[in-house]
C-alpha cells in the first residue's frame, strides 16, 4: 500500500538549474495537489489538479509549473530554481476536490538551491 | 476568501496534562474544517474533520475538536498528553476545491 510517492526525497541545485520532482498515488483518486512548508510559514499551495486534465494556480505558482501526466501522476517542475524554493515540497491526493474528503500525503522532497 | 489563525507556534505540556491547540476560522460560509498531525520527517496526516454533522468531533489517538460557530473557532483537545504526540499540528479550512492550512502549533511534551 505506497500510496502517494514522491521523488527525489533530497535535491540540491544551483541557482538557474531545472529538475522535475514526480508524484505518483495509487488509490486512483481525482484530485491532486503540490504543496510547499517554509518553517513558520504553514503549507502553501502552488498548483493542484481537480481532475485529470485539468491544473489550476493555487497560493504560490510563480516559479513553478506542473503536468497531470495521467490520473495516477502529477509532477511539478522548477525552470530556473531560485534560493527562494528552497523548501519541502509535498504531494497529496484526494478521492475528489478537498472540500470534504480527505488529503493524503508524501513523505515529502526536501530542495535545497545554492 | 477562508482562513484559519493558528495562536502559539509552540505549546509545551507534561505528560498527563491536558493538551489544547487553538484554531480560529474566517470564511463566508459554513466552512468545513480540519486538523492534521505531521511527525518529523514525514508527511500530514488527518487526525479529524468538521463537515456541519455533529459540532463535536472525534479524531484519531484519542483527540476531538468543537465547532463553535459563534466563536469562529475549532479548538484542538485531548484529556492526557502522550510522549507520542509530540509533532506539528496544522488546523484547515476548505477553500473552493482546495484546503487552506494554518501556520500550525508545535506540540513539545515533557516527561
Known amino acids: 500500500n505506497a500510496g502517494v510517492t514522491q521523488t527525489p526525497k533530497f535535491q540540491v541545485l544551483k541557482t538557474g538549474q531545472s529538475m522535475t520532482l514526480q508524484c505518483a498515488q495509487d488509490?486512483?483518486?481525482?484530485?491532486m495537489y503540490w504543496y510547499r512548508q517554509d518553517p513558520g510559514m504553514g503549507l502553501r499551495l502552488i498548483y493542484y489538479s481537480a481532475s485529470e486534465g485539468t491544473t489550476d494556480k493555487g497560493e504560490v505558482p510563480n516559479g513553478y509549473n506542473v503536468s497531470r501526466l495521467n490520473k495516477r501522476e502529477f509532477s511539478l517542475r522548477l525552470e530556473s530554481a531560485a534560493p527562494s524554493q528552497t523548501s519541502v515540497y509535498f504531494c497529496?491526493?484526494?478521492?475528489?476536490?478537498?472540500?470534504?474528503?480527505?488529503?493524503?500525503f508524501g513523505e515529502g522532497s526536501r530542495l535545497t538551491v545554492l | 476568501a477562508q482562513s484559519v489563525t493558528q495562536l502559539g507556534s509552540h505549546v509545551s505540556v507534561s505528560e498527563g496534562a491536558l493538551v489544547l491547540l487553538r484554531c480560529n476560522y474566517s470564511?463566508?460560509?459554513?466552512?468545513?474544517l480540519f486538523w492534521y498531525v505531521q511527525y518529523p520527517n514525514q508527511g500530514l496526516q488527518l487526525l479529524l474533520k468538521y463537515t456541519s454533522a455533529a459540532t463535536l468531533v472525534k479524531g484519531i489517538n484519542g483527540f476531538e475538536a468543537e465547532f463553535k460557530k459563534s466563536e469562529t473557532s475549532f479548538h484542538l483537545t485531548k484529556p492526557s498528553a502522550h510522549m507520542s504526540d509530540a509533532a506539528e499540528y496544522f488546523c484547515?479550512?476548505?477553500?473552493?476545491?482546495?484546503?487552506?492550512f494554518g501556520k500550525g502549533t508545535m506540540l513539545l511534551v515533557s516527561p
Open positions: 470564511s463566508s460560509v459554513p466552512p468545513y
Open positions: 497529496a491526493s484526494s478521492v475528489q476536490d478537498s472540500n470534504t474528503g480527505e488529503l493524503f
Open positions: 488509490m486512483n483518486h481525482n484530485s
Open positions: 484547515a479550512v476548505s477553500s473552493y476545491s482546495t484546503l487552506t
